[in-house]
C-alpha cells in the first residue's frame, strides 16, 4: 500500500505535543471538532525519546523521527516558559532539524509557534506589556492559512514575541506589514497576521508559514472561548493544506517504530478496604428511606440545633436573603444537615504519607497505605454503595461529606505540597446515612436515611421537629468575652506587595499568564476557665454578616484530626447530578462594596480589561480540565462573565457545563481513561480550583510555592462538599472560611489585675485571603483586594479585630 493509500484508507491521526498548558485539551476539543481526527497527546518531556540526562533527542531524532510517521500532522502546543529553553520546550524542538524525508506537517501555537520562528532565524523578546487574556483584533494577510478569513478577534497568552527583523517595523508600515514576504533575517518565513493594537508594544508577529516545508504557526489561541469564529476557522484552512500535502508526500522509510503512545499510567495499587467496605454495607440500604414535614418557619439553625445531640456535624447551607429565599436559586435552593453520631466512618487521608485512615469516633478500624489517587479510592468505594428511591429534589440522599485541602489537590498535577509543622490529614470525608434537606423554595423537609430498617428514626425525627417551640439561641458570653482578648496578626502590606511584584517578575518571563497569590492571617482567642471557642456561635456570626450561597459549618473528630471549618463561600468549584450534567462556577474579579458604592460602580470596575482578562483565563482553564474527561462537543457556557452581587462584593462569574454522557471516546488527557467517566473523575482533573491557582496550572502552582515561601494552604484553597449516593455531588471553593484545629494552640502572657503576668491557652483560627496576578495588576491594588476579601471573614470574630490598614 503507498503511502497515499494508506492515508486515505484511515481515520486520520494527529499528534499533540503539550508542554504542560492548561488549555491543550481545548485545542485538542477543537482539533477534534474541525479535522475530525483522534488526536493523540504526549508530553514534550517523554522519556521514551529524550535522553536521561541534557533532555536532548536520542539517537539522532531516529526513534522521534519515525514514531510520527504515523500521524498526519503534528501540533505543538503552547506553554509556559521561553523557547530558547531546550527543558521548555522539549521535543518541540526536534520537529525543525528532522531529515527531509521525516517531515510532516506542523502547526505551532503559542510556544510551539516561537519555537519554530526561532528555529528559522527569529529572535525571542519581551513584550514591553504582555498580553494574557486580552482580546483584539488580529490584521491579516488573507493569504495561506488565513485565505477566506474575514475579522478575526483572537485571544492572546504570551509575554514573549517573535522579532523577524533587527531593525523592526513602524504600525503605520501596514502595507510592507502585509506584504508576507520574508525578512533578510527569516528569509524561510513569511508573516501572515499581526497584532497592531498597541503602540508600546509595536507591531507583533500572529501568524508565519515556514517558505518552503509545511510549517505553520499563530501566536494567539484559536481554541480560547473569547476568539472568534474567524479565528478558530484557521485550523480547518491549515488541515485543507494536511491533507494536500499528505496527498503528494513520497513514501516514508519502512522502519516503523512500532512506538504508538506513551506507557499508561500505572493502576493504583489494589488496597485492602475489607473492614471497612464490610461496616458500611452492613449499614448501608440499596434503597433511600425518607419522608416529608412542612418547614413551618423553622429555620436552619433551629433545625440544627433540634437534631444534633453531640458536638460534631456537618452543615451545608444556602444563604438566604430577607425574604427567606435563597441568595441565589441558580446555585442552589436546599440546605443540608449531615449527623454524625459515634458509630460514623471518617476517612482520614494524609497526602505526604500516601495513607488513609478510616475510624469510627475514637475506634481505628482500618488503614490503607500507598495511596497514589485518593480519588480513584473513593470512585471504587460509591462505586459499590448506590441507592435509589430517594426525593428527586433533594440533591443529597446520603453519602460522603467532607474536604480536601489545596494539598491534595496538588497531587492530581503531580506536585508534592509543602510539608506541615504538624501531621494534619489533607481529606476528610464522614460517610453520612441520616440527613436532613431543606428545600427554602418549597418550604418543606426531607428526612433521610441510606440506613437498614431506619423508618423508625425517620418517624421520631420528624415528631422532634413538628413538636420543636422554636427556641432562640441565648447570648454567648464566653464568646464574646474570648473575642474582646483575641489577638491578631495579618499580612504585612510591605510583604505582600514584594510578592505581587514577584509574581509579575514570573509573568513578564512568560513563566505564567497568572498567578493567584494568597497569604493567611492568623487570629489567637484565649480559652477561658478552659473552655475553647464555641465555634457554632462563630458560625452564626459569620452568616449574619455574610450570607453566602455555599455557606458551611464542619465540626468532626478530635486532637490531631479535630478541625472545625465556618465558611461563607460564594463560590462553587463543582457540581454534577445524577443524569451527568457538571457544573463549574469560577469566580475572579472583585469589587467591595460600601455604604456609597453603586452598581454603575463596579460594573465599570469588573468591565475593565484586567478583570475579564482574570475570569477569561480561568475559564478557558476549566474547559481544559472539563475537556479532558467529558471530550469534544460535550463542554458548554452557560454564563460568559456575568456580575453578581453579594453581601460585601460584586463578583464577576462564569459558568461551565459538560456532559457526562457525551462520546464514551470522549477523553482527550493523558491523565483520564475511563471509558465511563463519572463526576468524581471530573473532580480529580479539576484540582487544585483553577480559581486559586492561575494559569497554566502545574507551573502556577510550582511558582506560588516558592512565592508562598512554602508555607501550606491547608484547608484554605481547597475544596468542601459531598458526594451522593444516588450519583450527584456538590463542591464549593473554600475561601471567605476560618478553621481552627483541636490542637492548634499557643501560649500567651496575659497581664493580670495586679500587673503579675500568667500564662494563657490560645486557640489559633485561619483566614486564607489573595487574588489573581496578572501583568495588568498593580501591587497595591492586589493587596487592597485582599484585605477585602479578608475582612469580610475576619469580622465575624470582632468588628475591633479588623486592622487599620494606615498602621501596617
Known sequence: MTIRQHLTSRTPRILFLDAYDSFTNNIVALLKETTGADVEIIRIDDHSFLKEHGNKLGGEHTAFADFIQRYDAVVAGPGPGNPTNSKDVGLIEGLWSLPREHILPVLGI????????LAYGAEIERLRFPRHGL?????????????????????????????????????????????????????????????????ANGPVLMAAKHVE???????????SICTNEEGARVIQNWWSTVRRWNRARPAPPRHINPKTSPPPLSDEPRSSLRLAIQHLNNSHSPEVHWSTIPSDGLSVEQIYSALVPND??????SGLNKSGLPLRADTGRTSLIGLVPPGTLRFYYYAQRQRVEIWSKEEHVETVNHVKDLWKLFRGITAQLKSTGGPLKSPFWGGFMGFASYEAGLESIDIRGSPRRKDRPDACFAFVTRSIVVDHQQNHIYV?????????????????????????NKPDGVLRASLKKAKVEVPLRTSYIAKVKKCQEYICAGESYELCLTDQTKVSIPRLAGQSLNSWALYQNLRRLNPAPFGAYFRLGNGSRGIHIVSSSPERFLS???????????????????????????????????????????????????????????????????????ETVY??????????????????????????????????????????TGAPKRRSCTLLQEIEENKPRGIYSGILGFLDVGGGGDFAVVIRTAFHWDDDTEIFVEDGA???????????????????????????????????????????????????????
Open 576 to 646: 454534577w447530578d445524577r443524569k451527568g450534567t457538571c457544573q463549574f462556577r469560577p469566580i475572579k474579579g472583585t469589587f467591595g462594596k460600601g455604604p456609597k458604592t453603586t452598581r454603575e460602580q463596579a460594573e465599570r470596575h469588573l468591565n475593565s480589561t484586567k478583570e475579564l482578562a482574570e475570569n477569561l483565563m480561568i475559564v478557558d482553564l476549566i474547559r481544559h480540565d472539563l475537556h479532558g474527561v467529558v471530550g469534544a462537543g460535550n463542554v458548554h457556557m452557560a454564563k460568559l462573565m456575568g456580575i453578581e452581587e453579594y
Open 312 to 317: 460534631e456535624a456537618i452543615l451545608f447551607e
Open 213 to 223: 516545508y509545511p510549517f505553520y504557526g499563530m501566536q494567539y489561541h484559536p481554541e
Open 110 to 117: 503559542c510556544l510551539g509557534f516561537q519555537s519554530m520562528c
Open 754 to 808: 495586679t500587673g503579675e503576668g500568667k500564662e494563657g491557652v490560645y486557640d489559633v483560627w485561619h483566614v486564607g485571603a489573595g487574588g489573581a496576578v496578572t501583568a495588568q495588576s498593580t501591587p497595591e491594588g492586589e493587596y487592597e483586594e485582599m484585605v477585602t476579601k479578608r475582612d469580610s471573614t475576619l469580622r465575624m470574630f470582632d468588628a475591633a479585630l479588623v486592622p487599620d490598614e494606615e498602621s501596617l
Open 448 to 472: 433521610q436515611s441510606i440506613q437498614r430498617n431506619d423508618q423508625l428514626w425517620i418517624s421520631k425525627t420528624k415528631l422532634n421537629l413538628l413538636d420543636f417551640e422554636g427556641k432562640q
Open 135 to 199: 482580546v483584539t483584533d488580529v490584521t491579516h494577510s488573507r493569504d495561506s492559512i488565513f485565505r477566506g478569513i474575514s475579522r478575526v478577534q483572537a485571544t492572546q497568552y504570551h509575554s514573549l514575541h517573535v522579532k523577524i527583523d533587527r531593525d523592526g517595523l513602524d504600525l503605520c508600515d501596514l502595507e510592507q506589514l502585509l506584504a508576507s514576504e520574508p525578512t533578510p533575517q527569516c528569509s524561510s518565513l513569511r508573516p501572515l497576521a499581526w497584532d497592531l493594537s498597541d503602540p
Open 651 to 692: 463578583q464577576l462569574v462564569s459558568v461551565i457545563e459538560g456532559n457526562l454522557n457525551g462520546s464514551a471516546s470522549a477523553s482527550v488527557s493523558p491523565k483520564s481513561s475511563s471509558a465511563n467517566p463519572t463526576g468524581i473523575d471530573v473532580l480529580a482533573a479539576s484540582l487544585p480550583p483553577g480559581s486559586m
